[in-house]
């Protein structure tokens, strides 16, 4: 079982950014999908999240204007688009797969995101 981040980088205040979670070893269709962050001395805070079918998702209150979950399950791949990029975005940011009825959970190895000028 993997989940593998990628598209994090450096970017500026106000740019955009694509992650991207590369799902294998597991049915992508059974789990909902989450992306979670955690800034320098901060606890891990959930992003987005996004049902199976990809039909229904939920934000954080402070991001559901800028940032964006989705989900192509033919390619394993979950994404989350960030636009308007303000430094306190600065974190790594997981991929997270649940399937709660079989007590099932995964977590990516993360990905920098740095917002600065």
């Known amino acids: 079982v993997q989940l593998v981040e990628s598209g994090g980088g450096l970017v500026q205040p106000g740019g955009s950014l694509r992650l991207s979670c590369a799902a294998s070893?597991?049915?992508?269709?059974?789990?909902?999908m989450r992306w979670y962050r955690q800034a320098p001395g901060k606890e891990r805070e959930l992003v987005a999240t996004?049902?199976?079918?990809?039909?229904?998702?939920y934000y954080a209150d402070s991001l559901k204007e800028r940032f964006t979950i989705s989900r192509d399950n033919a390619r394993k791949q979950v994404y989350l688009q960030m636009v308007s990029l303000k430094p306190e975005d600065t974190a790594v940011y997981y991929c997270?797969?649940?399937?709660?009825?079989?007590?099932?959970?995964?977590w990516g190895q993360g990905t920098q995101v740095t917002v600065s000028s």
């Open positions: 997270n797969a649940r399937r709660t009825t079989y007590g099932y959970e995964y």
């Open positions: 070893g597991f049915t992508l269709t059974n789990y909902v």
């Open positions: 996004i049902n199976p079918g990809g039909s229904s998702t």
